[in-house]
């Protein structure tokens, strides 16, 4: 506790979020670029799927409580009361199409937290669940959308191409990545190309990477490995093949030893807005000077992780959006003003390509 005391979060204000001049054309063009995307493939497949994070490597119900035990400034928004509510996480990996796993690329989840209190943001999904999007790294690529932009034309230009010139690319990127980590680097664009070491997704840490209302006060959020069965799998090789990470999910999720998934639900505090800015995305916030806090712990049993049929058909029908959220927790800054619009428009497209609505919550995951 003695951390908590010695943080002093600032107080949200309007003034803290401000968009580029052109911002509206930039986000316009991301939608066309991603829907795009999401296009090229759903007309090779004959079925669409999200525009990016296509592939769901694992699809797993599980239970978060929040700590009973929080200071003021921690027991903010769904986290000011003591209470435990059902998840769903899905994992999934970022390209638009359903690559084997030999092209690695960054590790992704998200979280749905059902039945929360609050009233929610006006852009949310209209349930009363809260979700939180992450990826296994502290910032995001770009400082914002108009960056970003460049990036995307990047993606939109390999999709549905040479596959298996992919998996060769990924390969090399890996070498790439591996070489430059040895002389203390790391290098998001090569990651999200391919370059991204083939690791276990279980023993990552996640990060929503942008921030977010935290009550009064603004934060980023991490979701920790601590259980000794998940610390085991912290740096650990996976194999190359196609489907690597669904069946290391398999793996650990169908033994029937009672295996044990323990994460923390941590937070990052703003203190300081030149350090920890709300419109540069790319900016790591310092965690010298805030570091990140635990204020739940999600509990995820056994169960079949992934099942080609059945989970394939869940994903496509539910959905999970940084704002469908409670107001006590409303994305802030430039990037997530992109994924209102863009993840919006990803949303509709699948649903009308495939002739079926994307419902609030799927029977069989309730
Ligand atoms: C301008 C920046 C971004 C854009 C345009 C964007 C766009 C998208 C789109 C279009 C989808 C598919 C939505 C759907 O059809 O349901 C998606 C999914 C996703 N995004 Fe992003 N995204 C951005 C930034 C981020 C960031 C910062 C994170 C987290 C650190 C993130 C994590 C995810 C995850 C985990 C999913 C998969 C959600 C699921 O499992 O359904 N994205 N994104």
């Known amino acids: ?186 290098s998001a664009t090569l990651k999200g190309m391919g370059g991204e070491p083939m690791l276990h997704p279980l023993g990552e840490t996640y990060f929503t990477q942008v921030p977010f209302l935290f009550g009064t006060y603004m934060a980023k959020f991490s979701l920790v490995p601590i259980s000794a069965e998940l610390l085991a799998f912290e740096n650990q090789s996976i194999d190359a093949n196609d489907d690597a990470q669904r069946d290391s999910m398999n793996v650990f999720f169908g033994s029937n030893q009672n295996a044990s998934a323990q994460w923390e639900l941590r937070v990052q505090l703003c203190t300081d807005l030149e350090k920890m800015p709300i419109e540069d995305a790319s900016v790591e916030w310092p965690q010298d000077i805030s570091p990140y806090i635990a204020v739940a712990t999600l509990t995820v049993p056994t169960q079949v992780a992934w099942d080609d049929a059945i989970s394939s058909q869940i994903e496509d029908q539910i959905a999970f959006a940084p704002w469908n959220a409670v107001a006590a927790h409303r994305p802030l800054g430039a990037i997530n003003r992109a994924r209102k619009i863009v993840m919006s428009a990803s949303r509709e497209f699948r649903a009308s390509f495939n002739g079926c609505p994307v419902h609030k919550h799927d029977q069989r995951t309730k």
């Open 1 to 186: 506790m003695t951390t908590d005391l010695l943080i002093k979060p600032i107080v949200y204000q309007e003034a803290f979020e401000y968009a580029e001049e052109d911002e509206a054309q930039s986000i316009a063009e991301l939608e066309k670029i991603f829907v795009g995307m999401a296009r090229i493939v759903a007309e090779k497949e004959s079925h669409a799927h999200r525009a990016v994070h296509a592939k769901g490597q694992g699809l797993l119900k599980g239970t978060l409580t929040i700590k009973d035990d929080l200071p003021p400034q921690l027991a903010q928004g769904i986290f000011a009361a003591s209470a435990s509510y059902d998840t769903i996480m899905r994992f999934s990996s970022p390209p638009a199409e359903q690559l084997p796993d030999s092209v690695s690329t960054p590790r992704a989840v998200a979280i749905k937290i059902k039945g929360v209190p609050g009233e929610k943001v006006p852009e949310s999904l209209g349930d009363d669940s809260q979700d939180f999007l992450m990826v296994n790294g502290p910032a995001f690529i770009r400082p914002g959308p108009k960056a970003f932009v460049k990036d995307s034309k990047l993606l939109a230009m390999t999709t549905e191409k040479m596959p298996r010139t992919k998996k060769v690319i990924s390969a090399v990127l890996r070498g790439t990545e591996a070489v430059i980590e040895a002389v203390g680097g790391e």
